[in-house]
């Protein structure tokens, strides 16, 4: 027969079992390769962005952190695959500005953007750059806007893809400065680029990855940036604010997602190695040379930022009719 003594050890012997396995769970995570999603097309600042901190992460932990490029629709091809994926750490979802306005924009998703992914961290904050092409008589934000408008519906403006922060940059100006320039998705920056240097496009609000080389070479001409300062990369450059559109703000984003239902010590693990890999030296200098400024925070943090991006872009949606579905 047990005694109480021997009873009372077994319980206080199972909650320590119980009380530790979490901990003993995120010591041994990672055992095998990590893979990290993207929505858009590869050698844009969102592949730049990811394999920055994929590389930071197999360093420190000596397992494979993969970088799956899966572009399209928006963001929605990856972002639905990391959905439907296993919630144990191995598959993690790169999100973008798209993420916080795609449930906006689309009647029908195969995913929900709040419920299907639990947040672990907002990493980067990216400016976008104004561009035209030389043949667009515009060397000023002022001067576009008066171009653009004797213009109605004959100038186009390229983007990342429906509902990208390169999209919306686009319409807020067309909304803001009474313009009617026409928007060609693609599936990423990148290509929209190409296209923007060889004339096929007026313009694009393009990333300082690819942007700022091309003007230097005079592929491109740089009119503004998208953020509420200047980008110390190209201090000379006013903002789109200073330009003319007082107000005028949009920033690209990326951080990590996890399907819902990944065990809280691995988000947690997640985030305290991301944001020790963000304050890095190397990080930094990587990061910079795509425009971005390294972010941080808390999960729940990175959760409000998404909300609160959806609800900003909600109105800019409704006010232009914005749909893409």
Excluded: C
């Excluded at 494979?64 to 695959?81: C, F, K, M, S, Y």
């Excluded at 963000?278 to 990061?287: G, K, Q, S």
């Amino acid at each position: 027969m047990k005694t109480p003594l021997f009873r009372f050890s077994a319980i206080l012997f199972a909650y320590a079992v119980s009380f530790s396995a979490p901990v003993a769970f995120a010591q041994q995570y990672p055992t095998k390769p990590i893979r990290i999603l993207v929505g858009f097309a590869a050698g844009g600042p969102s592949d730049v962005a990811a394999r920055t901190i994929g590389q930071k992460l197999t360093e420190k932990w000596g397992q494979q952190v993969i970088v799956d490029i899966r572009p399209g629709a928006a963001g929605n091809i990856a972002t639905e695959l990391a959905a439907k994926s296993p919630p144990d750490g191995y598959t993690l979802l790169e999100p973008a500005f798209a993420h916080a306005v795609n449930p906006v924009l689309y009647s029908k998703l195969p995913f929900d953007a709040a419920k299907d992914f639990a947040p672990i961290l907002l990493f980067a904050s990216i400016a976008n750059l104004l561009v035209v092409h030389p043949s667009i008589p515009a060397t000023s934000v002022k001067e576009l806007l008066a171009f653009a408008k004797t213009r109605p519906n004959q100038l186009t403006f390229g983007s990342a893809g429906s509902g990208t922060a390169s999209h919306f940059a686009g319409e807020l100006m067309n909304m803001m400065g009474g313009l009617k320039v026409t928007h060609i998705p693609y599936k990423g920056l990148t290509p929209a680029h190409v296209d923007t240097i060889g004339g096929q496009l007026s313009m694009m609000f393009d990333g300082i990855v690819t942007g700022v080389p091309a003007v230097k070479a005079g592929k491109l001409r740089a009119l503004a940036v998208t953020t509420k300062t200047r980008w110390r990369g190209v201090p000379d450059i006013p903002t789109m604010s200073e330009a003319g559109l007082t107000g005028f703000e949009v920033n690209s984003w990326y951080g990590l997602l996890a399907p819902t239902g990944t065990p809280r010590d691995i988000i947690t693990r997640l985030n305290t190695e991301v944001a020790r890999s963000l304050r890095e030296p190397d990080a930094r200098e990587r990061f910079s040379t795509i425009g971005a400024e390294p972010m941080g925070g808390t999960p729940e943090e990175f959760g409000d930022y998404i909300k609160s991006e959806t609800v900003k872009w909600a109105k800019v949606i409704k006010a232009a009719n914005i749909r893409v579905d």
